[in-house]
């Protein structure tokens, strides 16, 4: 366990993790076709290595999609079924990934 201490209280590794799973990350994106317009109601995916997390949505009208409340870990997005992009979520941010 690693802790640092600057005139603040003892901060660890694993309280970092809680405060990122408190705070929510989320992973974003937009799917676009092969002519780069937005897919409307493209079904979108996202699994966890930990297999804490399989959820699925449609992308809405602009091709967007976003999953948040997420714990750190490794994530794929899947799009129609197929792995697109992995994603380390390490901090309370969103990650923006292009599918």
Same mark, same amino acid.
Do not use: C, W
């Given at each position: 366990?690693?802790?640092?201490? !600057?005139?603040?209280?003892?901060?660890?590794? &694993?309280?970092?993790?809680?405060?990122?799973?408190?705070?929510?990350?989320?992973?974003? @994106?937009?799917?676009?076709?092969?002519?780069?317009?937005?897919?409307?109601?493209?079904?979108?995916?996202?699994?966890?290595?930990?297999?804490?997390?399989?959820?699925?949505?449609?992308?809405?009208? !602009?091709?967007?999609?976003?999953?948040?409340?997420?714990?750190?870990?490794?994530?794929?997005?899947?799009? @129609?079924? &197929?792995?697109?992009?992995?994603?380390?979520?390490? &901090?309370?941010?969103?990650?923006?990934?292009?599918?």
């Amino acid at each position: 366990m690693r802790s640092k201490r !600057d005139g603040d209280e003892s901060v660890s590794s &694993e309280n970092t993790l809680a405060r990122v799973h408190a705070a929510g990350a989320s992973i974003a @994106g937009v799917v676009r076709g092969a002519g780069g317009d937005p897919v409307t109601g493209a079904l979108v995916s996202l699994s966890s290595d930990a297999g804490t997390s399989d959820i699925a949505q449609q992308t809405a009208d !602009d091709g967007t999609f976003r999953f948040g409340h997420l714990a750190p870990g490794k994530y794929v997005v899947h799009v @129609g079924g &197929e792995a697109k992009k992995t994603v380390n979520v390490r &901090e309370a941010r969103e990650y923006y990934v292009k599918v």
